[in-house]
Structures are given as C-alpha cells and as structure tokens.
C-alpha cells in the first residue's frame, strides 16, 4: 500500500475527517452533509501531515514542474503551504479572502514577481469557490498561476465545473470516495450506508 493510500485511513483515524450518514452535519451554508473535514487537525500529527506534505510535493513536482511560488490560501491552506514551500526551497505567500481594512490593505501576504508561476495550496475542494476566488487574486496581483493542489475533495459535480468554467486545474491528496471506502474498511460505516453516501455526492442539495 503506498503511501497516498493511507492517507484516507490516517484522516479518519485522527478524526480530521468524520463520516456520519445517519446523523448528518450542518455546514454553514446549511447544507446537510454526512461527512465533515477539518484538515486543520493534521497540523497536531507529524506522521499525517509529513506524508501530506509528501503527497503534495510530489504532485507539484509531477504536474506543476515549473512552480516558482508557493501560495497558501487563508487560513486552512498555510501552514501546508508553508511545509511545501519548505521542502521544495521555494517562496511562499498567503491570500487573505478579502483584503486588509488598515495598514497597507494587503491580499496578499508576502511578495513575487511579475509573472512569476505560482501554485495555490488549498485544505479542501467542496464548490471551489474561495480557492478560486484565491486563484483570480493571484491572477490580479501579476501572478501565473499554474494550478491548484489540494489534501481532499468533495468531488462535487458543482465544483468540478467551476474548474472547468475557468480553466483552473486541480490535483488532490484523496478524495470522498477514497474516504468512503477507507471508512468502510475500517467498519466505521457499513455497507447499507453507501447508497446514501453517492446519492449525497451526485445530488447534495436535494440529499436528506
């Protein structure tokens, strides 16, 4: 088993990701979901975050080769950002969702140059929207942005085509359906759960 495998596992087992169908959460959009990620949590696991931090790495080297600036959105994407810039001797900036209100009014923490090819980092892909809202800041500032890397997705249809609207690539650690199976294996759902599971991924808005 190599190790992106057990990374679903290792996130279940931390508890940064809860899969829970009969018993949903609420997110804030109201939205009812039977699982809930907190990437957040693998920054208190250094065995976790290290084999994130490999996976992502290698996936800046395998798909985004020419990477210049590591960019790390606010506030879940920076400290990864900042463990990849690390390992890979790279700059890193941060993109806060709106700009400062005193001082400077800054968006963007740190510095590049015009032109510079930059990669953002991002915890977790549901509709896309504030990692591609941080993509367009990027893109405003001067920057070539290359693409996205991310620890998880939600794989919803929603998100994949706001990707594809703008032609914004994306690559993930692990996904909802590695998760589901990783939580299957481990008995902490049970088979009868993964109809309700899909259903919840191809149609999450009408889901209950």
């Not at 931390?14 to 009812?32: C, D, E, F």
Request: hydrophobic content about 40%; glycine content about 6%.
């Amino acid at each position: 088993m190599t190790e992106n495998q057990t990374i679903p596992q290792e996130l279940l087992r931390i508890g940064a990701v809860n899969i829970r169908p009969k018993q949903p959460y609420t997110w804030t959009s109201g939205l009812k979901s039977p699982i809930y990620c907190d990437n957040r949590l693998t920054m208190s696991f250094p065995e976790v975050r290290n084999q994130i931090i490999n996976a992502l790495v290698n996936m800046i080297k395998t798909y985004y080769p020419d990477t210049e600036v590591i960019a790390g959105t606010a506030t879940a994407g920076i400290p990864h950002a900042a463990w990849v810039a690390d390992r890979l001797n790279l700059p890193m900036v941060y993109i806060r969702s709106e700009a400062k209100k005193h001082g400077t009014g800054k968006q963007i923490e740190g510095t590049f140059e015009p032109g510079a090819k930059l990669v953002v980092i991002e915890d977790l892909i549901s509709t896309g929207q504030s990692v591609i809202d941080a993509v367009n800041i990027a893109k405003t500032e001067g920057a070539d942005v290359l693409g996205v890397a991310a620890i998880f997705t939600y794989e919803l249809s929603l998100g994949q085509s706001a990707f594809d609207d703008l032609n914004i690539e994306f690559h993930t650690v692990t996904t909802y359906t590695s998760l589901v199976q990783a939580a299957l294996q481990s008995s902490m759902i049970e088979e009868e759960d993964l109809d309700a599971l899909e259903k919840w991924k191809n149609s999450p808005e009408s889901w209950s």
